[in-house]
């Protein structure tokens, strides 16, 4: 099946996927349209209904809250950053580029292989909750970092983003093309890892918006923004769901979401971004590449924000995680049906 972009490749499920990359899918029916053919794992009937109906869900104690505070110390001590002195948190330094000043101010970390973040990836109940979704148990893990955002004031200052009329916006975009005839299929998650508060800001989204979205886009230009809604909040509601420390929040690509900017005194967001997508093992390319990565614990080539740490790479800092079974088949190292790992 070719495509602008190359080849389309049959994921290692039997419900059929297809995907170019492993980050966007096609499917024969959308995600909030599935009838489940494995039974829930995770998610009780209301939360699967609930996620087909508004676009998200929050599973409880995903990881352990000891889990979730281990990775936030992680997260200080990888940046060098002093929980208890804030005047650590805006170190003046210089940017090579617009977007790593970005992700500075957005409070990105970039470290995507240490144990501790595999130990999120490979535990079973992070798992079973995208098996719920996907309702398919191939998958493959997304290497991701995670986000350490502090009060968005100094060099963190929101406003020294150049704002922009179209296309992304941090407070409020979908993740794919919305204006697409045939939508792609595509799933996004964050663990948790203190409990939220409203000054923090964080991940907020719209799920009226998402319910409503078939009926809501007849209305509007044809030349619409694909990427950022101009729906009226007082309509759709932008709401911040309630997280604790541990729990994992899924949210489907057609959900329309941001972060909003932490305005809190002294206080910081944490999360671990984290996302599963059914399994491509028919891309050799990527495969390849993804156990590279970890075995290297290079920087992972399938997403361009991924810029590496800037002072000292991880790779410099110390070794490569040691996976259990569930790790080795969601990195891609071990095949879900016995084919030969790539070399």
Avoid at 22 to 48: E, H, N, W
Avoid at 174 to 201: C, K, M, N, Y
Avoid at 256 to 274: E, I, M
């Amino acid at each position: 099946m070719p495509t602008p972009d190359g080849y389309l490749y049959r994921a290692a499920s039997e419900r059929p996927y297809f995907s170019a990359d492993g980050d966007t899918y096609l499917a024969q029916t959308p995600l909030r349209d599935i009838d489940k053919t494995q039974p829930l794992r995770v998610l009780s009937k209301d939360d699967l209904a609930f996620w087909q109906t508004y676009g998200y869900v929050v599973v409880k104690e995903a990881i352990p809250a000891a889990a979730a505070q281990r990775l936030l110390d992680f997260a200080w001590d990888f940046q060098g950053l002093d929980p208890g002195r804030p005047d650590t948190w805006y170190t003046e330094r210089t940017f090579p580029t617009d977007l790593e000043r970005d992700l500075y101010i957005y409070g990105f970390v970039e470290a995507y292989h240490h144990q501790l973040i595999w130990d999120s990836r490979q535990t079973q109940r992070v798992y079973d909750a995208f098996v719920d979704v996907w309702d398919c148990q191939e998958l493959w893990v997304t290497l991701d970092r995670l986000n350490l955002n502090p009060p968005n004031v100094r060099n963190r200052d929101r406003a020294l983003i150049a704002p922009t009329e179209e296309g992304f916006d941090i407070e409020l975009h979908w993740d794919v093309d919305s204006t697409l005839s045939v939508l792609p299929q595509r799933v996004q998650g964050i663990i948790a890892l203190h409990d939220t508060q409203p000054e923090l800001g964080g991940f907020q989204c719209s799920p009226e918006l998402f319910r409503q979205f078939d009926q809501w886009k007849v209305t509007q230009p044809a030349d619409r923004d694909p990427i950022r809604p101009t729906a009226d909040r007082a309509e759709f509601p932008v709401v911040r769901p309630e997280l604790s420390a541990g729990d994992l929040l899924l949210w489907n690509g057609m959900l329309a979401h941001g972060v909003a900017p932490n305005s809190s005194k002294d206080g910081v967001r944490s999360v671990q971004y984290l996302s599963m997508m059914p399994a491509l093992e028919e891309h050799h390319e990527l495969r390849t590449s993804r156990v590279d990565s970890w075995r290297h614990l290079s920087t992972p080539d399938w997403n361009a924000t991924l810029v590496g740490d800037a002072t000292r790479h991880e790779s410099l800092r110390y070794e490569t995680a040691t996976l259990n079974d569930l790790g080795e088949r969601l990195l891609g190292h071990t095949s879900w049906h016995g084919t030969a790992a790539p070399r």
